[in-house]
C-alpha cells in the first residue's frame, strides 16, 4: 500500500466456489458416498502483482500534484491578472485619447 494515498501497488483477490453433495442411498453410486462432500469446482484469482506503468505515473502524478499544481495556479493567475491590466490600461488610454480628439475637433 502506497503510504500517502493509501492505493494498494499489489493486489491478489481470490475465490472458490464449491459443491456440497449429500449421500443418497436412493442412488448407487452416491449411497457410498460420506454423508456430506465438499467438492470445489470454480476457482479463480485477479489482480496484479506490480502497478502498470499508466498505474504508477497516475500514483507519481498524484503524489507530485500537491506540490506542483499551487505554482502552476498562482503562474496562471498573475499572468491573467498581467493581461487584465493591460487590457484596462489600453481602454484607458483610448478613451483619453479620444477625449482629447473630440475637444480639439467637436463635431458639432
Known amino acids: 500500500i502506497e503510504p500517502t494515498l493509501g492505493f494498494p501497488l499489489a493486489i491478489r483477490p481470490r475465490f472458490q466456489l464449491n459443491a456440497i453433495i449429500r449421500k443418497d442411498p436412493d442412488i448407487a453410486v452416491m449411497s457410498k458416498f460420506p454423508d456430506e462432500l465438499v467438492l470445489p469446482f470454480l476457482w479463480a484469482q485477479d489482480g496484479f502483482d506490480e502497478p502498470s506503468p499508466d498505474m ?5 502524478f498524484g503524489l507530485a500534484a500537491p ?3 499551487p505554482l502552476l495556479g498562482g503562474v496562471v493567475l498573475l499572468a491573467l491578472g498581467g493581461a487584465m491590466l493591460l487590457v484596462s490600461a489600453g481602454c484607458w488610454t483610448y478613451s483619453v485619447r479620444r477625449r482629447i480628439i473630440e475637444e480639439e475637433f467637436p463635431l458639432s
Not at 56 to 60: E, G, N, P, R
Open 67 to 69: 506540490r506542483q499544481l
Open 56 to 60: 504508477a505515473s497516475a500514483i507519481h
